[in-house]
């Protein structure tokens, strides 16, 4: 018999039996021996070709000008956040990466794209896709290589997680599908995807110091499980995060980078280091970092710990040559891949400048050098905005409306009011990098922000609309209705605003926002509460107030804010957002804790106690009925489910991956002995720029090669053929983990007067006390017109319905009885039935 979801906020002992803390499992870093960096074998057939080129690519370059392109030129040296140095021999410019998730950092004439969170709360692939693909051409237009974006680290372990927002949903499944469509999106357009910050980067503070520690449990069925969808869908970089993971550094982690990433998901692209992130010469090389970035900082000689200090470790051998090649070629695959089809030959010029807003200026702006035309000011807005606008809308979340308050209905006069609503005095880019609370919030602040090309506020949207369809706006009498806006931001720990530096300090709105909505809420019975924040607000008294007669969720809708906002209000579209996080009464409710007063500050670290229980997984652990569930959103109209069916199929048992890889393999000439030292010198007369970052050796001994190999192993210098792992074998993972085990299929219909869009969500009872109540493992995008009935089909994977076993290091399908859940939310379930036994 399936559990009865209606006993579950009030049976203690089913809560009790449903879950237990993996608090005490051990960590166990696969065999522990120790393992090589795993070099690039581009099998797979979409990486063929790639890895073709970039190894007949690479086999053309000296040991310097693959050295090259594996460091950054240094902090603003070149035009963009980041740069890589380049092959001038071959006419090979550097790379240029840019940040964010959610457009272009630092230039003009591009699109504020809305957040990740947003694109998630649509739920649908369809936007995600189309949005990755916008946001692709808006950086090719510029002439940038790598967009430093999606995220799916921060997952959002903790709601108050200051950059919660630049990625999707604290929930694994949402986020990695959100994840593998931004990217397909993204590389579909000859840019290089990012997928960031890996790993455990879930908060703000002590980011550059905390040693995160976790059990191998929750690491693979929560925060690796994004980052695989990332791998399968082909992203070509990972960006390492600033954090430690069970005592090393992220950027020198031999489990993380070497095991997890490049061997147990088979990762074929590059692995760059966060600004900074990288912490030593010989470890980070070792443990499989790929490109430093930006470049500099290292000790004398070099300014650097890469660069010609990384030259030096090869020479000396204390890097091994294969280790450097697979560095370049896997830069140079990741390359090939998207220059394919219609983007095979181009490449545009970089075409502007992040660091001035002048027309002119120096092409190095750090020593100053070089003055050119940097910002063209070549316009990729496209017709971006009707997308925007699109994505806006149908982010919306509708968290109350009783009586059909909404859609509105013509009323003779609005009340708009809060500062959330207003344009913002000075502009929307008033503040650098939104680091500020006035006006709009449309995003939240950090580097994942882009200059908003213009910001339609609400009031501005409103005054048209209501404008142009009210024949009296009469402000004398009491209005019909009242809009109240309110917000909350985040952002990243280098702006602190009111005291939250970064991560939110709590969970309330900022500005007075809960003081105003109660004050116009007690003087006007048809009070609209609009809300723009960057996760969950405290809004239990709004839910309940008899005054408040609607609330939306409208999040970081990006430069077409207000337009968007009125596409909802006034019914043009009908809202289909749903949350894509859980809604509590107090951030103490979600059980994870973020660590905001380290007891040693200086080398803090934390134990993700919590395991596979953030988010809905522990509210429905807990029993604590959630304000906004997980899932959650109204409508328009209304839906009807049924006609649940559950269909097994035969499967061939799964088979665990073996055998070894090829050798590490050297591409084309290696430079070694004293004739290396010689080629890897700067050209007689060569005159360095300081702070400039180069690949040539100076003297010959290890002055300036920064040791510390301390995430490493005696195994990393390991050339010979390598174990495949059992989880492992294709990017993503096993491939028998995306075979189809089961359909699940209803039939949804739209019992109401207008079209809508349904969100049927299916989530999985896996079984056993170590399990979540219920994972989501599918949803849709249902499109009814009135009357109308379409059927949902979900396919469940073999990964859909496994759990991650530490001890045969793989996936297995338990023992246990499996249910199936569909409904609206996660708690608003409509259909449920239980999963027939595997035949195999
Ligand atoms: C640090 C941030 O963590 C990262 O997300 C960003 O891409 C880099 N800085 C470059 O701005």
Request: contains cysteine; charged residues 20%.
């Amino acid at each position: 018999m399936a559990p009865a979801r209606s006993l579950l906020f009030t049976a203690a002992s089913l809560v009790a039996a449903v879950a237990a803390i993996t608090k005490d499992v051990p960590f166990l870093p696969g065999t522990g021996a120790g393992f090589p960096s795993p070099w690039g074998s581009g099998k797979s057939p979409e990486w063929k070709e790639a890895y073709a080129k970039a190894k007949e690519f690479v086999g053309q370059l000296t040991l310097v000008e693959k050295v090259n392109l594996t460091t950054g030129t240094g902090w603003e040296a070149d035009v963009c956040i980041g740069m890589t140095g380049s092959v001038p021999r071959l006419g090979f410019r550097g790379f240029c990466l840019e940040d964010g998730p959610l457009g272009i950092r630092y230039t003009d004439h591009n699109s504020a794209f809305p957040a990740g969170i947003n694109v998630a709360a649509t739920f649908s692939r369809d936007l995600m896709r189309r949005r990755g693909e916008a946001m692709g051409e808006e950086f090719h237009g510029k002439g940038i290589d790598v967009q430093l974006g999606p995220v799916a680290g921060p997952l959002g372990r903790v709601p108050q997680g200051g950059r919660n927002w630049e990625g999707f949903s604290p929930d694994p499944y949402l986020t990695g599908v959100a994840m593998a469509e931004t990217i397909r999106g993204i590389q579909s357009r000859g840019v290089i995807a990012c997928a960031k910050h890996y790993i455990l980067n879930e908060q703000e503070h002590y980011r550059g110091r905390i040693d995160v520690k976790i059990d191998d449990r929750a690491m693979h069925e929560l925060y690796l499980w994004p980052f695989a969808d990332a791998v399968k869908a082909d992203v070509g970089s990972v960006m390492c995060s600033y954090n430690k993971v069970m005592g090393e550094w992220a950027c020198e982690n031999e489990y993380t980078t070497n095991y997890l990433l490049k061997n147990e998901l088979d990762f074929q692209g590059f692995v760059m280091s966060d600004w900074g992130a990288q912490h030593s010469t010989l470890g980070s090389a070792l443990a499989g970092l790929d490109m430093a970035m930006p470049g500099d900082g290292g000790p004398p000689p070099y300014g650097s710990l890469w660069g010609g200090a990384l030259t030096a470790a090869v020479l000396n051998g204390s890097v091994p040559a294969w280790r450097v090649d697979d560095m370049a070629v896997r830069i140079m695959a990741a390359y090939y891949l998207v220059h394919t089809g219609n983007y095979t030959a181009r490449r545009p010029d970089v075409n502007f400048s992040a660091w001035t807003n002048q027309t002119a200026g120096p092409l190095h702006p750090s020593s100053n050098k070089t003055w050119a035309l940097v910002n063209q000011r070549v316009d990729v807005q496209a017709g971006h905005a009707a997308l925007i606008r699109e994505i806006g809308a149908k982010s919306v979340v509708l968290l109350k409306n009783v009586n059909k308050t909404l859609p509105l209905k013509r009323p003779t006069s609005i009340a708009v009011i809060g500062e959330d609503a207003q344009d913002t005095p000075g502009g929307p880019n008033a503040c650098p990098e939104r680091g500020c609370i006035r006006g709009t919030l449309a995003m939240g602040y950090g580097s994942g922000t882009a200059d908003f090309p213009y910001l339609v506020s609400p009031a501005t949207a409103l005054k048209l609309r209501a404008g142009a369809a009210t024949p009296r706006r009469d402000s004398q009498t009491s209005p019909e209705a009242a809009i109240v806006f309110a917000m909350a931001t985040a952002g990243e720990n280098f702006i602190t605003i009111d005291g939250n530096a970064g991560d939110r300090n709590n969970l309330t709105l900022w500005n007075g926002g809960d003081a105003l909505i109660r004050a116009v809420a007690s003087v006007n019975p048809n009070t609209i509460v609009v809300l723009h924040t960057v996760g969950p607000v405290v809004i239990d008294y709004a839910k309940e107030h008899p005054n408040i007669t609607a609330i939306l969720w409208a999040g970081l809708p990006g430069q077409e804010s207000g337009n968007a906002l009125v596409d909802v209000l006034y019914g043009d579209v009908n809202p289909q957002g749903r949350s894509p996080f859980t809604w509590g009464r107090d951030a103490a409710e979600y059980g994870a804790e973020l660590l905001f007063n380290a007891s040693d500050p200086v080398a803090p670290s934390q134990t993700f106690g919590e395991g596979v229980f953030v988010d809905y997984r522990w509210f429905e652990r807990e029993g604590i009925a959630p304000v906004v569930a997980f899932g959650e959103g109204g409508s328009y109209t209304t839906f009807e489910y049924g006609g649940l069916k559950i269909k097994g199929y035969e499967t061939e048992r799964y088979q665990a991956s073996g055998g070894v890889t090829g050798e590490a393999e050297t591409v084309g000439k290696v430079d070694g002995g004293e004739g290396g030292w010689e080629a890897s010198r700067a050209p007689g007369g060569f005159e360095r720029i300081v702070p400039y970052v180069y690949p040539w050796v100076v003297g010959n001994g290890t002055a300036g090669v920064g040791n510390g190999t301390t995430g490493t192993t005696g195994m990393a210098m390991n050339g010979s053929a390598q174990p495949v792992l059992p989880a492992g074998g294709a990017p993503g993972g096993n491939p028998g983990l995306w075979e189809v085990l089961y359909t699940v299929s209803a039939n949804i219909k739209n019992t109401g007067a207008v079209k809508g869009t349904e969100i049927p969500q299916l989530y999985l009872q896996l079984g056993g006390e170590s399990n979540p109540f219920s994972v989501l493992r599918g949803f849709d995008e249902v499109v009814l017109e009135p009357g109308e009935t379409k059927t949902v089909v979900f396919n469940l994977t073999r990964r859909d319905v496994s759990n991650w076993d530490t001890k045969s290091a793989n996936w297995v399908i338990n023992g246990e009885e499996k249910f199936v859940f569909i409904g609206s939310s996660v708690v608003n379930i409509k259909l449920h039935g239980a999963l027939p036994a595997l035949k195999e």
